[in-house]
């Protein structure tokens, strides 16, 4: 049996969606869509590293889910002080109520699941926060229940080799009919390639491979109809 694991964030839906939303209710400067793009393209850099500061201690939780948008805003010469990036966090929160799948991925799920594969997701971010995005995307009608796999509750994160090994054991998996999916080149190919399991870059925000990469691939896609096609073939 073949076992397909995604990532949730801006690979089973599109994540800039609500940090758009969140910037037009929240702060009077005019960005044109493309400017706006690169804002929120900064906030993940930012909110990748403070992430990886935050799980090894080093800021609170707090200080991350703020940090991203204040140090964002100061690389764009917008205004922010910590009180609207409080009120940014909470309603960027808010607006993820309101999150709903690709329909290509919809169908991908469909597909995969009518066909008999094991079906899991890992993601990474605090329990409750994550489960939210799940129930709201719906997946728990594709996905048992003991297959959702959140990094906050496990204790380590990806790319950590130990956040992997504890899928592989849970569930059984033989590393050559196992697929990771997910959107980052660095914390979800690089994760899934170093235990062994096949790894689909869903790169659709067109990123290029890190310099000095160790691992590649073994699909690239830049859409999610792309990734639907590598399927239905
Ligand atoms: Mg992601």
Redesign the pocket.
């Known amino acids: 049996m073949d076992t397909i694991i995604f990532?949730?964030?801006?690979?089973l839906y599109d994540q800039a969606q609500s940090f758009h939303l969140t910037f037009k209710k929240l702060f009077n400067e005019q960005l044109t869509d493309e400017e706006l793009d690169q804002l929120y393209r900064t906030s993940r850099k930012y909110s990748e590293i403070l992430f990886d500061k935050s799980e090894a201690g080093e800021i609170s939780q707090f200080e991350w889910q703020t940090g991203r948008i204040i140090a964002a805003c100061e690389d764009f010469g917008i205004p922010i002080d910590i009180e609207k990036a409080v009120k940014f966090h909470e309603v960027y929160v808010f607006e993820q109520q309101n999150i709903t799948l690709f329909d290509d991925v919809k169908q991908l799920l469909d597909k995969l699941y009518q066909d008999g594969n094991q079906l899991a997701i890992l993601t990474n971010g605090e329990e409750d926060h994550q489960s939210k995005k799940i129930r709201q995307l719906d997946l728990a009608k594709w996905i048992p229940k003991e297959n959702i796999f959140i990094s906050g509750s496990i204790g380590h994160a990806k790319p950590k080799r130990e956040v992997f090994d504890f899928i592989d054991d849970k569930l059984g998996l033989n590393g050559t009919k196992t697929v990771y999916v997910?959107?980052?080149f660095e914390k979800?190919v690089v994760g899934a390639k170093q235990v062994g399991w096949q790894a689909i870059w869903m790169n659709h925000r067109r990123r290029n491979v890190p310099n000095n990469a160790d691992f590649v691939p073994d699909e690239e896609v830049h859409s999610a109809k792309e990734l639907l096609e590598l399927f239905v073939k």
């Not at 990532?7 to 690979?11: C, H």
């Open positions: 990532d949730v964030d801006d690979t997910g959107d980052s979800d």
